[in-house]
């Protein structure tokens, strides 16, 4: 079946917007920031930046971790019975290209769940806060994303709570979610310190977009729209320009399908 000329010009668009997006991702940008023409001796108004910073509002803390009652401890998918899927993010890499994939996420109207990295926080702070200006949802990917699978109980708490840690401190909570980190599907003993540490549930996925092998923008997309059905969960990774260039594609598709990308709390609610 043919996509509609609407389908066809909006995927178009969004391909153009891909190619702006990563040349602006791998290049910093500069700002000409002229004052208008005053008479002589007028005041200078305040700014709006300088009026925020006179009165400072302290931000929200972030969503805690929710209990979802009749699901498993460990989650891969949403319920099949309505057009939503959750597209979630590994939270590493250039800071450049995740705020770009935030930026095509929101153009389209879709929000996303960035599974963070402890120690890629502690070098980029700054992400935690507009990960969640931007509608988006925030969870925990271990302090150092090592094989968390090998490691023994102590080992493997710290690895949680350490990220933990980071998130109540930049967000004043622990993040809505925990995936473990070099693995698709957490063991018992994983999922039993992930509760002990405040996440009643583990959150995995039903596809993999493999986008972090480097396989091309066009294989990403394939791997995802092959896959993807009402309520999958998606595994996607910030820092790698493959994803950036098949975002607005993929989205596109979703659109095409009626599929809403929502953040995995939603996805479940």
């Known amino acids: 079946m043919n996509p509609s000329p609407r389908a066809v010009d909006r995927r178009s668009a969004l391909r153009a917007g891909a190619g702006a997006a990563i040349a602006g991702a791998l290049t910093a940008g500069c700002s000409d920031d002229r004052d208008g023409h005053r008479p002589a001796g007028s005041p200078t108004p305040p700014s709006a930046s300088a009026a925020a910073a006179a009165h400072p509002q302290a931000p929200r803390p972030a969503p805690a971790p929710r209990s979802f009652p009749g699901q498993p401890v460990q989650i ?153 059905r009402n309520g999958s969960v998606v595994s996607l990774h910030f820092g790698y320009a493959d994803t950036v260039a098949a975002l607005p594609v993929l989205l596109a598709e979703l659109e095409r399908r009626r599929l809403r990308a929502v953040t995995t709390t939603e996805l479940l609610t």
């Not at 949403?78 to 929101?106: C, M, N, S, Y």
């Not at 710290?158 to 809505?176: K, N, P, Q, Y």
Request: proline share 6%; net charge neutral; charged share 20%.
């Open 76 to 228: 891969s998918s949403g319920p099949p019975g309505r057009p939503q899927v959750a597209l979630t993010f590994h939270g590493q890499g250039d800071p450049k290209i995740a705020t770009t994939l935030l930026g095509e996420a929101e153009k389209a109207g879709a929000r996303v769940t960035v599974l963070a990295v402890g120690t890629w926080l502690d070098e980029q702070p700054a992400m935690a806060r507009r990960i969640l200006d931007g509608g988006h949802e925030l969870g925990n990917h271990t302090l150092h994303h090592t094989d968390i699978s090998a490691m023994d109980e102590s080992e493997a708490y710290a690895e949680i709570t350490g990220c933990a840690d980071r998130l109540r401190r930049l967000t004043g909570s622990i993040g809505t979610w925990f995936r473990p980190s070099r693995t698709q599907y957490a063991t018992p003993l994983v999922q039993k310190l992930a509760r002990r540490a405040g996440y009643p549930h583990v959150l995995s996925y039903d596809v993999d977009s493999l986008d972090f092998t480097s396989p091309g923008a066009s294989a990403v997309t394939r791997n995802v729209t092959g896959q993807i």
